[in-house]
């Protein structure tokens, strides 16, 4: 009975740490309290223009401005990640955001890093988050948390769940938002052409899904509407984050001719190896422009701030309506970060044209006439596509080069 | 030269080692004297390689003193022993096979920034001095074992061992590479060093050595021979002992029966892939005890595992008690009747991490079943049936079958395997490394086998045993069954000459 | 100038393993306090928060049990390999084939009734864990192959063939096209136990107490052990040792694979790639701090699976990840580090003698 004996001492042990640092206080400071982004909710207003279903926007709204409501500084919202803030993309981006909420709105913000999808540790966090440290705002920002939300929202229903890049949603306390990447995409489409000298692009994409192809897509778009020979490349690496893999598919597609890379990745990898090969590099996630600054042209930003200042506000004041959130250009909670100094300056004035267009609703980056690879007409000449469609969008269009199966 | 030799090398003094079950050196003396090459014979387990263990460090002597260069000392490491000069060449090589000869060579001892040009000129320059050709900048792996070994000594030398431990040096060499290294060795005593040379090979010690000492059972037999005043057959003698006091008397004689085990014309390849055992035949007799003599290594092992079922065999036929046993597995030949005490008791007759129970029931746990379980009583009180019956001392027959002493696995794993009744007892150096007490008690119950009209093949590297307990005897030397002995008439000079090849039958 | 040599002990001092173990794990706590005050947490708030969140309530309690289960049966999966001295690597590809097996049932029997389905998940879970160590196990019994490599390769081609699922076949079409598979149906969900445990908790200790009593008792584990403790002596007890490789290593991933079928009815809402979550790699460590005894090993799986929640839970107090992992390793480490120096001692030796065959050069292969 060794055994039970050593497991029975191991035991002891915990409960003599356990017994000398009696219950856990309501002590929740945490490492949120880092300085936060400067306030940047000056750009919510925007947002309450955009969706039906985002009602609450309007009662923030008019909450705006210098003074923190009650409602709000009460809120303690939590925040779980899929990755590190440290990887400069996704995760940093969404970290970003939580700052910048949390500097707009005096509420308490929290967060966990690394949680796995597919594993009962989401829950778990979240749990932890509601029962010891009092959150009523949960955010999950990877599309695998999409079940544990769903279920975890009925089983609290006082706490909010806002789910980050999924589609489902309950009709009391269970959202979900996500960013037209798109319309940002298509700029850098334009950017990526005019700086090409050959015309081939390459795209180092992560999963054949939607999102992606989508962004594939409204990029290639958009580089044919600077060059109409322009080709896209595809290269799949089956992973958000593996610098080496991203790396290595960068390299191939520099070895098969392209002269910019653009990417839906995660890390940084294919900048630093479009840069050793003397090419240009369209990046995503944030302005990743210090960590290759020779190739980098341009990037398709993600600015959460807005979007969580205005999601903790609606908590505070009770105003919170679940439904879907898709945002643009017009919200701000996506951006094109600034061109590179040798894009054209024609082309560059093009691009701000467009996203004024874009912002004012006169100009759609699908509008048709869109062809897919094989020439088959997909949006006729004059329609844009709806959201439907684009949420489910499996093909890719014409001058891209791979497969969208993956 | 002789002015150097003047002084001991190495002083060894009732030096005493002991393992678990086993007394390795009881009470061992060696003097190395400067500038000498100095044997160190004895048969397996005599504790040569425990002694050099002692010397090089990796041992701490329970008792007894070591003198190097005239200065007491306390190994507790190899370290230390290098560091006081000693260094040790073992079987095994040490070395990384995918560095060069040069980085093997400095490994552990090289300067903190390594020039790899530099490194490599000064070992080539050492290789030189000693006529060790060996290019620096080979990777190992691509050596020949004698190579290799001139690494190994490089190595010592690069550490500046004044006395360099040879462990049976030239058991991986081929002839011509041993006489090479006789030169080498030569060359360094003449500088001064002294090497100690562990062998059995006795034509390699006459050739190569100044002096001789023997071991056998732990003890010291004979120290410093003068290797030019002595015959090789008195160095056989010695290895093998004389009239013992610890051998019984001879049992009267028995009748002999109808043949229990026929081997005719069986060969078989040894662990290097050599052809080890050559055209066998030997014939054992209900009721009889055949003895097979020999300097080890010269094919009992394979003798015995090619009965046993453990090592292929690639021609011949082995008949066991009627049955054609060749090329079956082993169970089969324990169903036809064969006991077996391996030579290595622990790991292959016994499993040393089991309890004394489980290696009990190794032969019979298949008849101690209850449906797919093993019937626990049952199967303890055959363990403590075999315990009392065969007066094995042990605590708790649920301890470690390691904890039990040398004396106490042989009476178990012999008890095991004689309560199956069988046809032929196959004993494999089975009072080797035993206290007087065990080795009569052991031999004495191979005779009741004999007695009860059971055959019994016996391998010993005792002499006085085999002599007394054999009612035929053979000797093995180069892998062959040679000459058949009337054991109560053969001298032992006759059967020393056979197995250190001194009858012209080999080389 | 001195140098510290590990010195294998002759003897393992009685009554030391366990005071070992806890004296590892003191000096982890301690060494961890002071990584905790270095970056401005209190640490008795944070290991409080650790035990509570996984001793100290029910819900805790239950977190950590669950989570247990694949620990344990991975760590049992290695165990009974390493009885014989063989490393099954693979339990992480070995558990992914057991959920995939038991996914494709709830396929299948998205009507059946709920003890039904989830039984016959549990069992094709276990097939295809033992299907997926089929392949090393017949290259280690009939050409020698080390299975460490093999099994370790075949983790990849899970994760692979999961991924062509999910991305095909398998993909849920109410997703919009996300690569996801549907949702399992509620029949297929495992019962409670108490808290949030799952009826998992009970499967995983009637398998390792049968496995400890086939081990330990059965004709078939005594052979194991016997080709365990010496390759020959079980060549001279007429065991066939290519029978005995082959069989380990299949029963190895059927335990596996059934850690993985329950790890799907469990926890998990629909077969995901990243459902291995480790537990494979986890299991070796457990099987080792287990000294490889089927018995030992739930008390050694709890004890880690303590560590892991209590670990993710004292990040939702503001301690960084990287201090949360640095801690469970240190808590790892400390137990694992008193294991080895249960069988070693240290020793200082003097550096000016350098050591040419000797001690430090254990770990250089030789020639």
Redesign the interface.
Known sequence: MTKLRRLLLLLAVFAMIAAGCGSDGGDSDSASTDDGATDESAEDDAMAEDDDAMAEDDAMAEDDGEGHSGGAADVIAAFIYIGPPGDAGWTFAHDEGRKAAEAATGATTLFIENVPEGTEDFANAARDFIENEGANLIVGTSFGYMDDMETLAGEYPDVVFEHISGFKSNDSNFGNTFGRMYEPRYLSGMAAASVSETGQLGYVAAFPIPEVIRGINAFTLGARAVNPDATVEVNWTATWFDPPVEGNSAQALIDAGADVIAMHQDSTAAGEVAEAAGVRWVSYNSDMSAFAPEAFVTAPVWDWGPRYTALIEAVGDGSYTPGGYWGGLSDGVVDLAPLADDVPADVAGQIDDLKGQIVDGSFHPFAGPVNDQDGNEVIADGETPDDGSLLGMDYFVEGVIGSAAG | MPDAASEDAVLLRGIWKRFPGVVANAGANLRVRRGTIHAVLGENGAGKSTLMNVL???YRPDEGDLVIDGRARRF?????A??AGV??V?Q??????TFTVAENVV???SPLRIDKRDISARVDALADQYGLAADPTRP??QLSMGE?QRVEIL??LW?DARVLILDEPTAVLTPAEADELGGIIRRMADEGRSVIFISHKLDEVKAFCDEATVLRGGKTVAESLDVREIEPTRMAELMVGDAGASVAERPAPHPVGKPVLELRGVNALGSRGLPALIDADLTVNEGEIVGIAGVSGNGQRELADVV?G?TPTTSGSIVLAGVDVAGR???VR?KAGLA?I?E?RL????????SVV?NA???S??AH?RG???A?ERCKRFCEGLVEKFGVKVGNVDDRIGSLSGGNLQRLLLGRELSGEPRLVLAAQPTRGLDVQGVRAIQQLLVDQRDADTGVLLISEDLDELLTLADRLFVMSEGRLLAEFDPTTATRAEIGAAMAGADGAMR | MKRPVLVRRDRVLPGSQAFAFVAGLVVALLFGAILLIASGHDPIEVYGRMWSSSFGSTNGLGRTFNRAVPLALAGLAVAIAGTMGLWNIGAEGQILAGALGAAWVARIGETWSSPALITAMLVAGTIAGLVWALGPALAKAGLGVNEIITTLMLNEVAVRVVRYLLNGAWKDPASLNFPVAPKLPEAARLPGLFGRAHLGVVIALVVIALVAVVVNRSAWGYELRIAGSSGPAAAYAGISLKRKILTVLLVSGAIAGLGGAIELTGNAERITEGISNGYGFAGIIVAALALMRPWAIPAVAVVFGAVQVGGSSIQTLGVPASVADILQALILAGALIAGVLMAYRVRWVSTRAQDPSGDGLEAVAGV
């Open positions: 090089s460090g990796v507790s490491s190899p370290a230390d290098i560091a260094g040790m073992h095994e090589f040490r070395l990384v096979p490994l552990g001892a190992v792996w290799r190595k010592a550490r046993a453990l597995p082993p169970r324990f077996y391996p290595d790991g292959v007759g016994l499993a040393p991490a089991l489980d029931i190794l032969r746990y298949r079943r797919p379980l093993l626990v």
